[in-house]
């Protein structure tokens, strides 16, 4: 590329992301410095007497580390029984235990609520076995967030900590017994030093999670956390503290993310020997072998019954749960609707196009600004990566927020329309939630590919758009593909952004529409888009990992 | 006819300073010259400019008379090959060599007909159908080394091609490169940081060390006489040892060493720049297989402390008065042992002079 084409590049790249990511943000902060004097909704914010408003900075803090605590002991314990021993049924365990990945955000929580919450299953199941009152057993508040928090969160920590482990080989641990270590000595000093980055980047991730968690608090009634305070206090036209309270969700975020990206890139311990693959010791002992399949068999159940719980309400007649353990009447009509009524079909049709759309232009972004990132030198690098991987740290809420508070005016953005209100909106909002995920997934392959590959092609004759077109694309394929997969799903399940955005209800996408449903009691029509949201995820899994075994055939 | 001039090229990077200095160069047509120095030298910079991978701080860059200084790769006619091969992953053997070609709009018969040739010359025919991650290093390399000679560039560019490959490898794709050397090949510019390839191979050779240039010659001249102490360091197995000058005549010069011994040698074997006056600080190159075991006492005494066997040689160090001196004994003259007394005589028409240590 020659420097005019580069510069015209990375101008237009500039402004895109101060257009749409950059500056809502800011005019967020200038919003929030409007109020009688310019820190007086600050001041309010970290006063306690001024009641849950004062409380959301430290209820949001304390869920999030109690999140991290609970989902981190869940993950590492899971991760280290299923990469190091071997036990029957190992390897169906190792699936089902990311099944809460296929959870869609918002169904999933339902099912959570109608599963352990009042009136829910469980309590129901429990109170009439005893013959007590079943509302004493449901869970409800901070048990119920924590509940959700914990088992759609583990997998943070059961993937990096697994990964680890996979990394790290035998011969470390040998070493240390033949130095005469004992077993607890090679745990202590060896294997879970090697765990801690894993366990750390877990944990932020977690609590970052945390932060922005909306669904979970909502559905059980909790409201002391920032993301529901910006929602009540938009509600109640109180501008500068809503924005507030964004600023101070996004400082959070941030520092969260900035303290990530140092922690990646500082240590990743990587085993220097080659080859063989890691032992695994087989469980022996009757004993212990049947506690191990206790444990996996309840935990199994344990994660499938939420996924099973969608299922069962897509099947039943909306209205006929009242008072016993599960709905009374089953039918079909709500999946045959779903194809066969246009007002069902409707909001599938509109999740799967605005999610389209924004994946259109995520991949676009993200891939130029991956490649932008990757292969050229220029100032401001540093504030370029961060500008794109900022949607990525910002809970949906906040994203939302700027987003509805730019637009809600004409602006050289929106090419001088007001976009609030209109279909616009939320595709715009996907876009720029889940550009960092192709992003992301992008610069990940471009790091892996050999600079010297396109070299090559130059030498041989070919101008930077054909080796671009010809050799570099083709070998990031596998990496935008599943970036972009990645951000469609997102986009399927996508709730607390869309909530806040207010579309006009014939543009209402999925979880929107979940949402009005399931608050009108019509459990069954809401549990079969749910189905549609899982069975979208487990399609564009199988997807991905076509792609991704692809991607390794073509890595040399 | 000169192929390719650099003038004064220079290339500074922001952290690793001036890496290459000033530069001039000029490369003759069929000409296989080769760029050699330790690693960090800036000699693969220099190839990157040359490729036009690296854009030059200063300096201009000409191909027969055309200045390529701001070309883009593309547009400068060189087949480059890279010390990773840097294959395309997602193509096959044919697929990879026919790039170029393509790329040229090659009619198709015609492309066919060169990839066959091409992978033939690098002994791969047949194999072009496969993909390339199945094939072993030394067959990437041939296969990179196809795919940048079939366009027919005027200039070849290899980057430490063999430095990825095992030893006997190493022996067996350089024997196929000089077998490569025809009349029509293009002229080609090899960096190394192996000397045995460098001298094995190339018609001359450039010694590079931190971004400048030390010597051009043939691997003769820079064996036998080295311009500067680090070419003479750098090359092969040569103690440099200090000593000052004690007399001059027409036909010979005689040295004396820090411990009063004196050698008297041909005043023609020196660097240029050093001068042959009485009293003047010299460097003497006595290289290791340029002493022999003396009977009695030899030019230098010492006790050997270390012997490495090496098949036809020993490589001994023996410490004498003028410092640590490196030998190298031929195995039929018998056993040596550490702790050993030796003389060593010094065939003085093999010595050399160099400008004299950097005072400190």
Same mark, same amino acid.
């Given at each position: 590329?020659?420097?005019?084409?580069?510069?015209?590049?990375?101008?237009?790249?500039?402004?895109?992301?101060?257009?749409?990511?950059?500056?809502?943000?800011?005019?967020?902060?200038?919003?929030?410095?409007?109020?009688?004097?310019?820190?007086?909704?600050?001041?309010?914010?970290?006063?306690?007497?001024?009641?849950?408003?004062?409380?959301?900075?430290?209820?949001?803090?304390?869920?999030?580390?109690?999140?991290?605590?609970?989902?981190?002991?869940?993950?590492?314990?899971?991760?280290?029984?299923?990469?190091?021993?071997?036990?029957?049924?190992?390897?169906?365990?190792?699936?089902?235990?990311?099944?809460?990945?296929?959870?869609?955000?918002?169904?999933?929580?339902?099912?959570?609520?109608?599963?352990?919450?009042?009136?829910?299953?469980?309590?129901?199941?429990?109170?009439?076995?005893?013959?007590?009152?079943?509302?004493?057993?449901?869970?409800?508040?901070?048990?119920?967030?924590?509940?959700?928090?914990?088992?759609?969160?583990?997998?943070?920590?059961?993937?990096?900590?697994?990964?680890?482990?996979?990394?790290?080989?035998?011969?470390?641990?040998?070493?240390?017994?033949?130095?005469?270590?004992?077993?607890?000595?090679?745990?202590?000093?060896?294997?879970?030093?090697?765990?801690?980055?894993?366990?750390?980047?877990?944990?932020?991730?977690?609590?970052?999670?945390?932060?922005?968690?909306?669904?979970?608090?909502?559905?059980?009634?909790?409201?002391?956390?920032?993301?529901?305070?910006?929602?009540?206090?938009?509600?109640?036209?109180?501008?500068?503290?809503?924005?507030?309270?964004?600023?101070?969700?996004?400082?959070?975020?941030?520092?969260?993310?900035?303290?990530?990206?140092?922690?990646?890139?500082?240590?990743?311990?990587?085993?220097?020997?080659?080859?063989?693959?890691?032992?695994?010791?087989?469980?022996?002992?009757?004993?212990?072998?049947?506690?191990?399949?206790?444990?996996?068999?309840?935990?199994?159940?344990?994660?499938?019954?939420?996924?099973?719980?969608?299922?069962?309400?897509?099947?039943?007649?909306?209205?006929?749960?009242?008072?016993?353990?599960?709905?009374?009447?089953?039918?079909?009509?709500?999946?045959?609707?779903?194809?066969?009524?246009?007002?069902?079909?409707?909001?599938?049709?509109?999740?799967?196009?605005?999610?389209?759309?924004?994946?259109?232009?995520?991949?676009?972004?993200?891939?130029?600004?991956?490649?932008?990132?990757?292969?050229?030198?220029?100032?401001?690098?540093?504030?370029?990566?961060?500008?794109?991987?900022?949607?990525?740290?910002?809970?949906?809420?906040?994203?939302?927020?700027?987003?509805?508070?730019?637009?809600?005016?004409?602006?050289?953005?929106?090419?001088?329309?007001?976009?609030?209100?209109?279909?616009?909106?939320?595709?715009?909002?996907?876009?720029?939630?889940?550009?960092?995920?192709?992003?992301?997934?992008?610069?990940?392959?471009?790091?892996?590919?050999?600079?010297?590959?396109?070299?090559?092609?130059?030498?041989?004759?070919?101008?930077?758009?054909?080796?671009?077109?010809?050799?570099?694309?083709?070998?990031?394929?596998?990496?935008?593909?599943?970036?972009?997969?990645?951000?469609?799903?997102?986009?399927?399940?996508?709730?607390?952004?869309?909530?806040?955005?207010?579309?006009?209800?014939?543009?209402?996408?999925?979880?929107?529409?979940?949402?009005?449903?399931?608050?009108?009691?019509?459990?069954?029509?809401?549990?079969?888009?749910?189905?549609?949201?899982?069975?979208?995820?487990?399609?564009?899994?199988?997807?991905?990992?076509?792609?991704?075994?692809?991607?390794?055939?073509?890595?040399? | 006819?000169?192929?390719?001039?650099?003038?004064?090229?220079?290339?500074?990077?922001?952290?690793?300073?001036?890496?290459?200095?000033?530069?001039?160069?000029?490369?003759?047509?069929?000409?296989?010259?080769?760029?050699?120095?330790?690693?960090?030298?800036?000699?693969?910079?220099?190839?990157?400019?040359?490729?036009?991978?690296?854009?030059?701080?200063?300096?201009?860059?000409?191909?027969?008379?055309?200045?390529?200084?701001?070309?883009?790769?593309?547009?400068?006619?060189?087949?480059?090959?890279?010390?990773?091969?840097?294959?395309?992953?997602?193509?096959?053997?044919?697929?990879?060599?026919?790039?170029?070609?393509?790329?040229?709009?090659?009619?198709?018969?015609?492309?066919?007909?060169?990839?066959?040739?091409?992978?033939?010359?690098?002994?791969?025919?047949?194999?072009?159908?496969?993909?390339?991650?199945?094939?072993?290093?030394?067959?990437?390399?041939?296969?990179?080394?196809?795919?940048?000679?079939?366009?027919?560039?005027?200039?070849?560019?290899?980057?430490?091609?063999?430095?990825?490959?095992?030893?006997?490898?190493?022996?067996?794709?350089?024997?196929?490169?000089? %077998?490569?050397? +025809?009349?029509? @090949?293009?002229? !080609? =510019?090899? $960096?190394?940081?192996?000397?045995?390839?460098?001298?094995? /191979?190339?018609?001359?050779?450039?010694?590079?060390?931190?971004?400048?240039?030390?010597?051009?010659?043939?691997?003769?001249?820079?064996?036998?006489?080295?311009?500067?102490?680090?070419?003479?360091?750098?090359?092969?197995?040569?103690?440099?040892?200090? %000593?000052?000058? +004690?007399?001059? @005549?027409?036909? !010979? =010069?005689? $040295?004396?060493?820090?411990?009063?011994?004196?050698?008297? /040698?041909?005043?023609?074997?020196?660097?240029?720049?050093?001068?042959?006056?009485?009293?003047?600080?010299?460097?003497?190159?006595?290289?290791?297989?340029?002493?022999?075991?003396?009977?009695?006492?030899?030019?230098?005494?010492?006790?050997?402390?270390?012997?490495?066997?090496?098949?036809?040689?020993?490589?001994?160090?023996?410490?004498?008065?003028?410092?640590?001196?490196?030998?190298?004994?031929?195995?039929?003259?018998?056993?040596?042992?550490?702790?050993?007394?030796?003389?060593?005589?010094?065939?003085?028409?093999?010595?050399?002079?160099?400008?004299?240590?950097?005072?400190?």
């Amino acid at each position: 590329m020659n420097r005019l084409a580069k510069i015209g590049v990375l101008a237009a790249l500039a402004l895109i992301l101060w257009g749409y990511i950059v500056g809502p943000l800011v005019g967020t902060f200038q919003r929030s410095i409007t109020g009688a004097t310019p820190l007086a909704d600050y001041i309010r914010f970290f006063d306690f007497r001024s009641g849950v408003q004062g409380e959301a900075m430290l209820g949001s803090l304390m869920i999030s580390v109690l999140s991290v605590i609970t989902s981190g002991v869940i993950g590492v314990f899971l991760a280290v029984i299923l990469q190091r021993w071997d036990f029957p049924l190992r390897r169906v365990c190792q699936v089902l235990v990311l099944v809460p990945i296929a959870l869609p955000p918002l169904m999933g929580v339902a099912a959570f609520v109608k599963l352990y919450g009042l009136g829910g299953t469980v309590p129901q199941l429990v109170g009439n076995f005893f013959g007590t009152d079943p509302n004493s057993y449901a869970i409800e508040g901070l048990a119920g967030v924590l509940l959700v928090h914990t088992l759609t969160m583990y997998p943070y920590f059961y993937l990096t900590v697994s990964a680890a482990l996979e990394q790290s080989d035998d011969s470390l641990e040998e070493a240390a017994y033949s130095l005469g270590a004992t077993t607890f000595q090679t745990w202590n000093r060896v294997i879970l030093p090697m765990l801690t980055p894993a366990i750390v980047s877990g944990a932020l991730l977690t609590f970052m999670s945390s932060m922005a968690s909306y669904t979970a608090p909502l559905l059980f009634n909790v409201d002391y956390v920032m993301t529901r305070q910006i929602m009540s206090a938009d509600a109640n036209a109180e501008l500068a503290y809503s924005s507030v309270v964004s600023v101070m969700l996004a400082v959070v975020s941030v520092s969260f993310l900035i303290l990530l990206r140092r922690w990646e890139g500082r240590s990743a311990y990587r085993s220097q020997s080659k080859g063989g693959g890691r032992r695994r010791q087989r469980v022996t002992n009757p004993a212990t072998k049947a506690l191990i399949l206790a444990i996996s068999l309840v935990s199994t159940i344990f994660l499938i019954l939420p996924i099973a719980m969608i299922f069962v309400l897509a099947f039943s007649v909306d209205g006929s749960w009242r008072s016993a353990a599960l709905p009374s009447e089953y039918t079909t009509r709500n999946i045959i609707k779903l194809f066969t009524d246009s007002a069902n079909w409707a909001p599938i049709q509109n999740s799967i196009v605005m999610s389209a759309i924004a994946v259109c232009g995520a991949v676009l972004l993200g891939v130029s600004c991956a490649y932008v990132l990757g292969r050229m030198s220029f100032r401001g690098k540093t504030a370029f990566d961060i500008a794109i991987m900022l949607p990525w740290a910002l809970p949906g809420t906040v994203v939302a927020f700027n987003l509805i508070k730019t637009f809600n005016v004409p602006s050289a953005f929106s090419f001088g329309q007001v976009l609030v209100g209109t279909y616009a909106i939320v595709p715009l909002a996907y876009f720029v939630r889940f550009s960092p995920l192709v992003f992301r997934s992008t610069a990940a392959s471009l790091s892996q590919l050999d600079p010297t590959i396109e070299e090559a092609a130059r030498s041989l004759g070919s101008s930077w758009s054909y080796a671009f077109r010809k050799i570099t694309l083709p070998l990031l394929y596998p990496g935008i593909a599943a970036g972009a997969l990645l951000a469609f799903v997102n986009g399927i399940g996508e709730f607390v952004a869309t909530i806040l955005l207010h579309v006009h209800p014939k543009y209402r996408p999925l979880s929107i529409a979940i949402f009005d449903e399931f608050y009108r009691g019509n459990f069954g029509t809401a549990a079969a888009w749910g189905v549609v949201q899982v069975v979208l995820v487990l399609l564009v899994v199988i997807l991905t990992q076509r792609v991704q075994s692809q991607g390794t055939i073509m890595k040399l | 006819m000169t192929v390719l001039t650099l003038e004064k090229l220079t290339k500074v990077f922001p952290r690793a300073g001036r890496v290459v200095d000033s530069i001039d160069l000029r490369i003759e047509s069929g000409e296989f010259f080769t760029l050699l120095g330790p690693s960090g030298c800036g000699k693969s910079t220099i190839l990157r400019m040359v490729a036009g991978f690296e854009e030059p701080t200063d300096g201009r860059i000409l191909f027969d008379r055309r200045d390529v200084t701001t070309e883009p790769p593309n547009r400068r006619s060189i087949g480059f090959v890279f010390q990773n091969y840097a294959l395309f992953p997602h193509l096959s053997v044919a697929e990879n060599v026919v790039f170029g070609l393509r790329v040229k709009k090659v009619p198709r018969a015609e492309a066919e007909k060169r990839v066959a040739e091409a992978l033939n010359d690098v002994q791969l025919a047949g194999l072009g159908p496969e993909r390339v991650d199945r094939l072993s290093g030394g067959q990437q390399q041939r296969v990179a080394l196809a795919r940048a000679l079939v366009i027919r560039p005027s200039l070849l560019l290899l980057d430490e091609p063999l430095s990825n490959l095992d030893a006997k490898l190493r022996e067996d794709t350089r024997a196929m490169l000089r %077998a490569l050397r +025809s009349s029509n @090949s293009p002229t !080609t =510019v090899y $960096v190394t940081h192996d000397q045995a390839e460098a001298m094995g /191979m190339s018609d001359r050779v450039a010694v590079l060390n931190q971004g400048k240039i030390h010597q051009v010659a043939t691997p003769e001249e820079i064996y036998e006489h080295p311009a500067t102490r680090f070419v003479a360091d750098f090359i092969g197995r040569n103690n440099v040892i200090d %000593a000052t000058v +004690s007399a001059v @005549s027409e036909k !010979t =010069v005689t $040295v004396r060493f820090r411990d009063g011994i004196e050698v008297t /040698m041909d005043p023609a074997n020196r660097a240029r720049g050093v001068l042959l006056t009485p009293g003047a600080r010299v460097g003497v190159c006595v290289r290791a297989e340029s002493m022999r075991l003396a009977a009695g006492n030899g030019t230098f005494s010492g006790i050997v402390t270390d012997v490495e066997y090496a098949g036809p040689l020993r490589t001994c160090r023996v410490q004498t008065s003028v410092g640590d001196l490196q030998v190298e004994v031929p195995s039929s003259a018998g056993r040596l042992v550490k702790g050993q007394s030796v003389g060593l005589s010094v065939i003085e028409s093999a010595l050399h002079l160099v400008e004299p240590a950097a005072t400190t």
